[in-house]
């Protein structure tokens, strides 16, 4: 099996989960510069948005980075167009199977790293030729599966022969080697880099990640089969009451619609989704990306020496 940073071609097993619209060039060029893997999302671009953003990526670093292809977005065929013509190393997929891409993608030489939520769908993932697939467990920011990180990332690591990399919970280096010990090969992590001095959002928004507590996150969207974890705030009070009386999708959409754009872009905390995971209790403070990776590394180290010192005694 190839070393996952050996695949990735990065100086740590780290990849900044792609955040729609969140993640543009500003935050993945500081990613790969400091020696992560940063994943710029697609949501919302077309062919020469997304040109746009590679094109300023390469500008700024010759360090590897990843396209996110959101699945179920109508202009798919389109963006991998462009991802092929600008010889981008990686794409990152959620929301449904890249299957329809994989030739393309693969004759290219672009390398593709599913996310996936279950065992299932990463031996599907391996069977098309994917590289890498991330485990993300429920505890994530954002669109959720059902299973957590902690029964998931042992489960896929057992059922693939290609590297796994597990996201969903990785707050600090103790998150980091826990998903090592689990088998996975590195950690991919959102919620974090919210706080990050270069992530491109409202200072409200990185303030509301700080303050959280370890049960400010809920679940809305259960009901509609596309569950999405936030911290608790009016927008979810009233979508999960919507959902408790039956409303219908139409009358459910009005209130999530653009609503992770009002919290990340208007800094408004009361209508909009402040899409965050369950470790945002842990983070406290605002650090630039290069500090927030070095501290990761050191603390996953000090935490490796700490297990290699530890005696069992029974
Ligand atoms: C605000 C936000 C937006 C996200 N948007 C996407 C997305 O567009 N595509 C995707 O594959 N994952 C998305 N995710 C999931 C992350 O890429 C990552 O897998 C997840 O945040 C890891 O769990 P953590 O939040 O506990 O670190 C998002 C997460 C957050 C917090």
Not at 53 to 77: G, H, R, S, W, Y
Not at 80 to 105: D, F, S
């Amino acid at each position: 099996m190839t070393a996952l940073t050996e695949i990735l071609g990065t100086k740590y097993p780290l990849v900044q989960g792609s955040m729609a619209r969140i993640s543009n060039h500003v935050l993945v060029i500081a990613v790969s510069k400091a020696g992560g893997l940063g994943v710029l999302t697609s949501v919302g671009l077309d062919q020469t948005g997304l040109r746009t953003e590679i094109k300023k990526v390469k500008a700024a670093t010759d360090q590897p980075f990843a396209v996110n292809l959101m699945l179920m977005m109508d202009n798919i065929a389109d963006l991998v167009e462009v991802i092929i013509e600008e010889e981008v190393p990686i794409v990152m997929t959620g929301a449904g199977t890249p299957k329809p891409y994989m030739p393309m993608l693969l004759a290219a030489g672009v390398k593709v790293i599913p996310v996936i939520p279950s065992v299932k769908l990463a031996q599907k993932m391996e069977a098309l030729g994917a590289v890498v697939v991330v485990a993300e467990g429920m505890e994530s920011g954002g669109h959720i599966g059902a299973t957590t990180t902690m029964a998931l990332v042992p489960q896929v690591v057992s059922a693939v022969h290609i590297p796994v990399i597990a996201a969903g919970g990785i707050g600090d280096g103790r998150g980091v080697a826990a998903a090592l010990a689990l088998g996975a090969q590195g950690g991919q992590i959102g919620t974090l880099f919210l706080t990050a001095d270069e992530t491109p959002i409202a200072d409200a928004y990185k303030a509301a990640i700080i303050d959280a507590n370890d049960t400010a996150t809920t679940v809305t969207g259960r009901q509609a089969g596309a569950p999405v974890r936030a911290l608790k705030n009016t927008m979810t009070n009233k979508y999960l009451e919507l959902e408790a009386q039956g409303a219908t999708w139409a009358e459910l959409e009005t209130v999530v619609l653009h609503s992770l754009a009002k919290a990340a872009f208007e800094g408004d905390l009361e209508n909009g989704s402040i899409m965050a995971g369950e470790i945002v209790g842990l983070i406290q403070t605002r650090r630039p990306v290069q500090k927030i990776i070095e501290d990761l590394f050191h603390e996953t180290e000090m935490v490796i020496k700490h297990l290699n010192n530890f005696k069992l005694n029974f």
